[in-house]
C-alpha cells in the first residue's frame, strides 16, 4: 500500500497546477502588462492636451484684458471703431510675437541645458506646487500666495495703454505688456515648456507653440471685435473679469495640479 503513496501524490501536484490560477495571480499580470503597454503610448499623447488645455486658462489672463481695454477705450474715445480695431489685432499681433520668441527662447535654453530631465522633475513640481497654492488662496487668504505683480507696475501699464493713441503704439504697448505680465501670470507656460523641452522635437515643438499662443491671444482678439461692434461694453467685460477672477485662478490651479501629477506618471511609466 505504501509505494502507491508517491504516485498519489504526484497526480495531486499535477491535478493542482492544472486548476485555473488564482485572481491574485492574473491581478500580478496586469500590474505587470499596464506598464508596458503605456510605456508603448507615443509622447504626444499627454503632452499635445496637456498643452492645449493649459493654454485655454492661460489665454485667460485678467491684467492683459485690462490693459487692452484700457487701450480700445483711450483710442475710442478720438478716433474711429475701425482704428480701435486694427489698434486692437496690432496689441494681439504684438503679444503673439512676444510670447512665441520668449517661449522658443526659453525651451531652446532648457533642452540645450543638458539637465532637461532634472528640470522637468522640477516644473513638474512647481505646477504642483503652485496649483496648491492657487487652490488655497480661493478658499481662504493666508501666508503662502503666488507670485504677485508690484504695486509699481499697475501705474506704468495703465500709463502705457492711455499713450497708445495709434496702431503703431498698440503695437508697442502689446509688445511690452506681454514682455512685463509674463513673468507673473506664465505658471502654465513655464510648465508647458519644460515638458516639450524634455519629451518633444523641436519641430514639433514650435508647431504647439504656434497653436497654444494663438489659443492664448483668441480672447484678446474677442474682446477687440466686441469692443468695435459694440456687442459689450468696457464696463461690462471689466466686470465679468473681477465677477470671475478668483474661479477662473481656481480652475488654474486645478489644472497646473493635473499637469504637474500628469509629467510625474509619466515619468513613472517611462514615457518621459
Known amino acids: 500500500m505504501k509505494r502507491y503513496i508517491p504516485l498519489s501524490a504526484g497526480v495531486l501536484v499535477t491535478a493542482i497546477t492544472l486548476l485555473p490560477q488564482p485572481p491574485a495571480t492574473h491581478l500580478q499580470k496586469i500590474k505587470q502588462e499596464v506598464p508596458h503597454a503605456i510605456k508603448k503610448l507615443p509622447a504626444h499623447t499627454i503632452t499635445a492636451p496637456a498643452v492645449l488645455l493649459a493654454a485655454v486658462f492661460d489665454g485667460i489672463d485678467p491684467a492683459m ?8 477705450t483711450s483710442i475710442l474715445a478720438h478716433a474711429s ?29 532648457i533642452a ?5 530631465g532634472t528640470l522637468y522633475l522640477a516644473f513638474a513640481l512647481i505646477s504642483i506646487l503652485f ?10 487668504r493666508g501666508r503662502w500666495h503666488v507670485v504677485k505683480k508690484p504695486k509699481e ?3 506704468f501699464l495703465q500709463k502705457l495703454a492711455r499713450n497708445a493713441s495709434s496702431v503703431p503704439g498698440a503695437f508697442v504697448a502689446g509688445f ?30 514650435l508647431g504647439l507653440l504656434v497653436l497654444y499662443n494663438l489659443i492664448v491671444i483668441t480672447p484678446l482678439i474677442l474682446i477687440s471685435f466686441a469692443m468695435y461692434s ?21 480652475c488654474a490651479g486645478i489644472l497646473l495640479i493635473i499637469i504637474g501629477a500628469a509629467m510625474l506618471a509619466a515619468r513613472y511609466f517611462g514615457m518621459a
Open 65 to 72: 484684458f485690462a490693459v487692452l481695454i484700457l487701450l480700445l
Open 81 to 109: 471703431r475701425a482704428t480701435a480695431l486694427i489698434a486692437g489685432l496690432a496689441f494681439c499681433v504684438a503679444a503673439f510675437i512676444s510670447y512665441m520668441l520668449m517661449g522658443f527662447g526659453l525651451y531652446s535654453l
Open 112 to 116: 540645450a541645458s543638458g539637465i532637461s
Open 131 to 140: 496649483g496648491s497654492l492657487g487652490i488655497k488662496n480661493y478658499f481662504g
Open 153 to 155: 507696475l499697475h501705474p
Open 176 to 205: 511690452i505688456s506681454t514682455i512685463f505680465l509674463l513673468p507673473y501670470s506664465s505658471g502654465p507656460y513655464i510648465v508647458v515648456l519644460g515638458l516639450l523641452a524634455h519629451i518633444a522635437s523641436r519641430t514639433y515643438t
Open 230 to 250: 459694440g456687442v459689450i461694453s468696457a464696463q461690462e467685460i471689466q466686470t465679468w473679469r473681477t465677477d470671475h477672477l478668483e474661479l477662473i485662478n481656481l
